[in-house]
């Protein structure tokens, strides 16, 4: 009953008079329900269907009484404000709306680089993000982040990364250079027995082998050597080796010699 008095309407109107029966019945008589019919001593107060009305003041004209409308609710109220209110609703509509499309717009874009970049190098590289939709007021949903990236990397080789970031409505173009090579570290080292033996396995990490299992070595000998040689399919070298750090695990036996001295005359207990 109260959803169908929301979605049709209601009214609460104060009755006063001295034959409220009366009414009451006719109400009933033209299928009028007056609901929650209270009085306060001075008047009463009920509950009305608010298509019900104009017929309910007919009949309290006829019955000499006399009822007031005190409040009005359900869905008709709720459309009714909304129809009253229609310009400031729509002026707050368009403004979120505009403040939405305005988060999602970029309004600048920024470089961000660990190494040092020149001005043209930063004007290109704008340049290369614009083509792909980049730019101030562009809608940046309907960006290939990925191309973008790809071709500044296309255009750079020495930058290792680019991706994009954004901070608010600043679009920030984030770029990782890559980093040097330490020619120190392409010098040549051979890993070589510490002691004389015979090797027993041998794990190549990096290098080349230069002795296989159970060969005997002395101290010195290279076990592997620091240099990668690139072969084809019949074992010719292809281009000159890359001089490496030698790394691997070897197993060996070793020996060892010492001399010790005994006596000849020694006593025993015996007891």
């Not at 019919?37 to 298509?51: R, T």
């Not at 191309?147 to 901070?167: Q, T």
């Not at 890993?191 to 190549?204: E, P, Y």
Request: net charge negative; aromatic share 10%.
């Amino acid at each position: 009953m109260r959803i169908n008095s929301f979605f049709t309407g209601y009214a609460l109107i104060d009755i006063e008079g001295s034959d409220i029966e009366m009414l009451v019945n006719k109400a009933l008589w033209e299928d009028i329900t007056i609901k929650a019919l209270e009085s306060n001593g001075i008047s009463h107060q009920a509950k009305v269907n608010l298509a019900d009305l104009p017929k309910l003041r007919r009949l309290a004209r006829d019955t000499d009484i006399f009822f007031t409308v005190s409040q009005i609710g359900g869905l008709p109220k709720v459309l009714r404000s909304c129809y009253n209110y229609r310009v400031p609703g729509a002026v707050f509509v368009l403004s979120l709306f505009f403040l939405i499309f305005c988060c999602q717009c970029i309004a600048g874009v920024k470089i961000e680089s660990e190494s040092p970049l020149t001005s043209a190098e930063r004007g290109e590289i704008l340049s290369i993000a614009e083509d792909y939709g980049i730019s101030p007021g562009i809608w940046r949903r309907n960006i290939d982040w990925d191309a973008a990236a790809g071709a500044i990397m296309a255009e750079y080789p020495g930058f290792a990364w680019v991706g994009f970031d954004r901070d608010g409505v600043i679009m920030k173009v984030k770029i990782v250079a890559k980093a040097e090579k330490d020619d120190s570290l392409a010098l040549k080292g051979d890993l070589v027995a510490a002691k004389d033996g015979i090797v027993r396995s041998l794990l190549v990490f990096q290098g080349q082998a230069r002795v296989a299992p159970d060969t005997p070595v002395k101290k010195g000998d290279v076990l592997i050597g620091g240099e990668v040689f690139y072969l084809d399919e019949e074992g010719n070298s292809t281009a000159e080796p890359s001089l490496v750090q030698a790394k691997g695990l070897v197993e060996a036996s070793v020996w060892y010699s010492g001399e010790a001295e005994i006596p000849l005359n020694y006593v025993e207990s015996v007891t």
